[in-house]
């Protein structure tokens, strides 16, 4: 259920939607975009995953979009972010995006944002590439671990634990009795009773 907005709300909602105007009842915005069809099916499919759609009417290349939720009477929250994704998508038509902090500028634009475009390394090896198989090969370079001892290879089998025991296999013989560690009886088990016969 979406909440109505009062008047102060929706006044400071606005601030950050510079181009809306409105008040309480309904916020509006009037764009005029060469690609009119483009930014209408964007808006509808925008309008399609907020379940919640603007009123348009339009004039030639100029489109109008009215926003208020009808079944609260007013303004509300979806409103608002509906506003605010319309701005993105008419920033889009017209090649242009809004960076993190806010400025806008042009698509193609690669100097002159406030941040610095990383490309990322692969994790995985790319032909004529391999993973290191050393820890000195690897971007860290570190061969020893915290206990000072070398640093196994990176695909190196691991050791078997040394206080894991002896292997347990199936018994062989149905009936017989495993024999168990310190000779404790075996559990749930019972010693075979050797009857002697005396002749």
Do not use: C, K
């Not at 929250?77 to 605010?84: C, G, N, P, Q, Y």
């Not at 090649?95 to 690669?110: I, K, M």
């Not at 000072?148 to 190196?156: I, S």
């Amino acid at each position: 259920m979406a909440t109505l907005l009062d008047d102060r709300l929706v006044t400071d909602a606005l601030r950050g939607l510079e181009e809306w105007t409105g008040g309480p009842e309904s916020i509006r915005r009037t764009v005029t975009v060469e690609d009119t069809e483009g930014l209408l099916a964007a808006v509808s499919e925008t309008a399609d995953s907020l379940n919640h759609h603007p009123d348009i009417t339009r004039d030639g290349n100029a489109v109008t979009f009215t926003l208020s939720t009808h079944s609260e009477g007013g303004v509300t929250e979806l409103d608002i972010a509906l506003a605010s994704r319309i701005d993105d998508l008419v920033l889009m038509t017209q090649h242009l995006v809004r960076d993190a902090v806010g400025q806008v500028h042009s698509v193609d634009e690669t100097t002159g944002t406030t941040g610095a475009t990383v490309t990322a390394t692969p994790a995985y090896p790319t032909e004529g590439e391999t993973t290191p198989a050393r820890p000195a090969e690897s971007s860290t370079g570190d061969t020893t671990s915290e206990d000072a001892m070398d640093a196994p290879l990176m695909n190196q089998a691991g050791t078997p634990h040394q206080d894991a025991g002896p292997i347990v296999a199936p018994d062989p013989e149905p009936g017989s009795i495993e024999p168990q560690p310190g000779n404790a009886p075996a559990p749930g088990m019972h010693e075979r009773a050797e009857s002697t016969e005396e002749n």
